[in-house]
């Protein structure tokens, strides 16, 4: 986004752009700041879920790092970066999306309203699987040293704390049996001596019950994969145990998070961009810096607005429950009405600077995507 004589925003539009240049430059810049901003979405992740042994943002950087290594920061992060190809959809459908609403004469505002729910209305069908996956990596050997020997297993909710320690314990076939026959009842209720656990095996909206015969093993979908797993062995995992809706989980709650998250940020950067650029006070400011607060406002914004259902889209997709009531009911039991905010440093963390980052990088891969005629 340039500057016009006036100081109003000039739009960068859909055919004044070279598309060759912008796939290649697009990835590149994107791939960048995904490396830079992966670790405090790994720690939003980690935060969120049940059971959670960290007491807050500082203390789960800090214990990632001493009981799993440097690297934990990024488990996941080749999954996630397959997202790169669904971004130049994502981007498309924007572009092209913001391009129709102009014609009807929107604000621009309201045409980035409408650009960033369309385009993330369609992606969803793409990404969701890549985020089921990538969060089952992210968690995966949470809150277990980094020697702890290769193929141990960590099932769902592990970490059974007492007396201010961590102890990971396996539930029997019969206990196991007995939490899915008892699906109403709090955490703090069930078995003594065994960790809770999701009280079914299917995604969003799934209708399919559990079976003991599907959750009496580790590799049962409720559980989390070993710490040893990889991308493909949890797709296989995931679809033998629940089928193809288990690359779904949750697909509903993220599309009840990202559609209204997207239209939102798109539209606070439109209104925000228009306003700072009509204020004389940031008159010979670097246009690049304007965009990088008008997206890290954007940012914030969207972050507080819908972190409470990215809360609930977290825990269904790494948990495996299929009732996003039900993951209400035990946060409230959890937290009370705080857990609207859980994580939510951490992703404020994630968010402001990325689309400070994001949209500085986007607009100047479209400058530089311009056709030269």
Partial sequence: MSTMDGGAPQVIGWDDL?????????????????????????????????????????????????????????KGFPTNCIGLGVGQVYITIYEVSRKHAAKFGLSHGSCNFVAGASAATISQCLVVPIDVVTQLQMV????????????????????????????????????????????????????????PQPTSSGGAGSSQPSTPSASSTPSS???????????????????????????????????????PSSAIWWASYGVTSTYMHGVSLVSGVPTPLINAACGGTAGFVASVATNPLDVIRTRLQVEGSR?????????????GYRWFARGLVARIMSAVPAGAVIITSYETVKRLSVHTS
Avoid: C, W
């Fill in 140 to 195: 995966q050997g949470q809150g277990q040293a980094a020697e702890k020997p290769p193929g141990a297993v960590a099932t769902v909710n592990s970490s059974v704390r007492t007396a201010g320690t961590s102890a990971t314990t396996q539930p029997t076939r019969e206990q196991r049996r007995s939490l899915h026959t008892e699906p109403a009842r709090s955490p703090a209720e069930k078995v003594p001596g065994t960790a």
């Fill in 18 to 74: 070279d598309k060759r240049k912008l796939y290649v430059i697009g990835p590149t810049a994107s791939l960048i700041v995904r490396a830079i901003l992966y670790p405090p979405m790994l720690i939003k992740t980690r935060l969120q879920v049940r059971d959670s042994p960290y007491k807050g943002t500082a203390d789960a950087f800090r214990k990632v790092y001493r009981q799993e290594g440097f690297r934990a920061l990024y």
């Fill in 221 to 259: 979908s409720n559980a989390r994969p070993t710490a040893t797993q990889s991308a493909s062995q949890i797709v296989r995992q995931l679809y033998n145990n629940e089928g193809l809706r288990g690359l779904y989980r949750g697909y509903g709650a993220s599309v009840m998070t990202y559609i």
């Fill in 323 to 335: 009732s996003g009531l039900r993951i209400m009911q035990i946060l409230m039991k959890e937290d």
